[in-house]
């Protein structure tokens, strides 16, 4: 079975301030790992995802996030939030392997705030 | 490509009406899922099919609840009958197994049970 923690409901932080979201797993198997977001009144939006290879993955609008094996952690970072990053982000795991196997299992997401 | 379609995207009722919500996913791709996010209960996983196969249904609330894919390009979430506490955000999602399982969502049905 697999989990995803993600401490907190809520972050806010100032215009320009570093953006750090938190995001554990838990998975008996190497997993794959991805990162959503939300805007107000829209659907998820995948913003950036790890399967093999390098652990420090870029996504869109600036995100980041490293795979953290030992950490089972895969936390996303931006240096410097603006506003339009006000959005609710959804950390989510699957097994890792490609194929019928493919049910994300997500956490309850966190809510950003960015403070003019 | 168009992404996931779906309708309505709005859809108010009354109670004990049924109500249908429909899916058109990505074309080629092999799994479809159903979810239902609300405030307090946030993003479930209702049900989702492999190539047009229910394959895990346990989310799925209640008898009230069924879910269908006669064909790989169309799914339907039918409430009958619905309750006040259906209402919520109804989000279709789609994905293909040549890629690494990342889920395409659709722009949600957002259902309101008066």
């Known amino acids: 079975a697999q989990s995803v923690t993600q401490l907190g409901s809520h972050v806010s932080v100032s215009e320009g301030a570093l953006v750090l979201l938190r995001c554990n797993y838990s998975?008996?198997?190497?997993?794959?790992l991805f990162w959503y977001v939300q805007y107000p009144n829209q659907g998820l939006q995948l913003l950036l995802k790890?399967?093999?290879?390098?652990?420090l993955v870029k996504g869109i609008n600036g995100f980041e996030a490293e795979f953290k094996k030992s950490e089972t952690s895969f936390h996303l970072t931006k240096p410097s939030a603006h506003m339009s990053d006000a959005a609710e982000y959804f950390c989510?795991?699957?097994?890792?392997?490609?194929?019928?196997?493919?049910?994300?299992?997500f956490g309850k997401g966190i809510t950003l705030s960015v403070r003019p | 490509d168009a992404g996931v379609i779906q309708s309505p995207r709005h859809e108010v009722t009354e109670m004990g009406q049924e109500v249908t919500l429909r899916c058109k996913p990505i074309?080629?791709?092999?799994?479809l899922f159903w979810y239902r996010q609300t405030m307090m209960r946030g993003l479930e996983l209702l049900i989702y099919?492999?190539?047009?196969?229910?394959?895990?249904d346990s989310g799925m609330p209640e008898d009230r609840f069924s879910a269908k894919m006669p064909n790989a390009s169309f799914s339907t979430l039918k409430i009958q009958p619905s309750e006040p506490r259906d209402s919520a955000v109804y989000f279709c999602?789609?994905?293909?197994?040549?890629?690494?399982?990342?889920?395409?969502f659709g722009p949600g049905t957002r259902l309101t049970v008066l």
């Open positions: 099919f492999n190539n047009n196969v229910p394959i895990d």
């Open positions: 790890y399967t093999t290879g390098a652990t």
């Open positions: 998975s008996s198997v190497p997993p794959y």
């Open positions: 074309s080629g791709h092999n799994s």
């Open positions: 999602a789609s994905s293909s197994w040549t890629g690494f399982n990342e889920q395409f």
């Open positions: 989510a795991v699957t097994l890792g392997t490609p194929g019928a196997n493919s049910k994300l299992t």
